[in-house]
């Protein structure tokens, strides 16, 4: 394929340094020329203006610059962005990015996308072809969604990157992502902030190991990101978050009461969530099947998604997927 990147940052960097790798022709463009000269020696084609990279006439346009961003960049290639293109993005709130594509009158070139990978760095230094190793994507369908648009995003994620993808809509996903991405942030933060405060913070650094490390290393993050993200799906995020205060306090509760039955309670209502991540962790899959991509295409790969389906490659007739371990039937 030939795929157009707007936004040289750590994930567009990334992601156009793989799809090299996979030897399709990548061209970039960033906001800012810095990253150029070391795209340019690491196989990747850079261009003055997102302009050019839409009159290139690529196969896949994919949207990486920051969320706040995409609108001024659709504004700028709505005119020359031919219907031969796909468009696409790798933002991490889809409802947001859908609105300002359709306000832009570019939604019947447009399919979402969201790759769960990165890391506390930024900017096109940062940036690594091993980053979406093992990655799952999400990919968003509305009942407007054109199927054949679907099949070429798709296969830029099993082919161009090796990785694998599920579907969904843009409201069930910024759902989802609030839950495993977005809210985290928050909690990292207020862990690490909690320890900013502790009079005794030299010493618990000090002793601080595994669990600390995992529990707060998106809170190394640059401030501004994690706003951004969270400000984006503020709903969905503030809901979660005041759900999750509710829990703890429910625990210091039970504390301060000395009630070990509810204690005990507590802890095993995420044994479900144990019980799979070991299954996961072994690497068992549940099954492998094909989804025909007839008329009924897009209810067969959201259903496939919701009982724990992921595809991992795709050709114009099917998509081939198996089932991994999940929390419960949808």
Not at 67 to 77: C, E, F, S
Request: hydrophobic share 45%.
């Amino acid at each position: 394929m030939k795929v157009a990147i707007a936004g040289l940052g750590l994930m567009g960097g990334s992601l156009a340094l793989a799809l090299v790798q996979s030897g399709h022709d990548v061209l970039g463009w960033n906001h800012r020329s810095a990253p150029y000269e070391q795209a340019r020696k690491n196989g990747i084609t850079c261009v003055k203006t997102v302009e050019e990279l839409a009159l290139a006439r690529p196969d896949i346009l994919i949207l990486c610059t920051p969320l706040k961003a995409m609108d001024t960049v659709l504004g700028k290639i709505k005119l020359v962005l031919d219907e031969h293109t796909t468009l696409t993005d790798v933002g991490s709130v889809k409802r947001e990015v859908l609105s300002s594509v359709e306000k832009h009158g570019l939604r019947p070139l447009f399919v979402g996308a969201h790759p769960m990978a990165g890391n506390e760095l930024a900017g096109f230094e940062a940036a690594d072809a091993h980053l979406y190793d093992s990655a799952t994507w999400a990919i968003t369908v509305e009942e407007d969604t054109d199927k054949e648009r679907v099949i070429t995003v798709g296969r830029m994620i099993t082919e161009g990157v090796g990785n694998r993808f599920i579907v969904t809509t843009a409201q069930e996903h910024d759902r989802a992502a609030a839950q495993i991405s977005h809210m985290p942030h928050v909690v990292a933060t207020t862990l690490a902030a909690q320890l900013v405060v502790n009079p005794a913070s030299n010493i618990a650094l000090a002793l601080a190991a595994g669990s600390w490390r995992d529990m707060t290393r998106v809170a190394l993050t640059t401030p501004e990101r994690t706003q951004a993200m969270v400000e984006e799906n503020p709903d969905n995020v503030a809901d979660l978050l005041r759900d999750q205060a509710a829990r703890m306090t429910a625990v210091a509760d039970l504390l301060a009461a000395g009630d070990a039955d509810g204690l005990a309670a507590f802890f095993a209502t995420a044994e479900p969530y144990r019980t799979v991540r070991a299954r996961l962790q072994q690497g068992i899959p549940e099954g492998v099947y094909s989804i025909l991509l007839d008329e009924s295409w897009r209810e067969r790969l959201l259903s496939a998604s919701r009982r724990g389906g992921r595809v991992e490659y795709i050709d114009s007739v099917e998509a081939h997927a198996r089932d991994f371990a999940h929390l419960r039937e949808a």
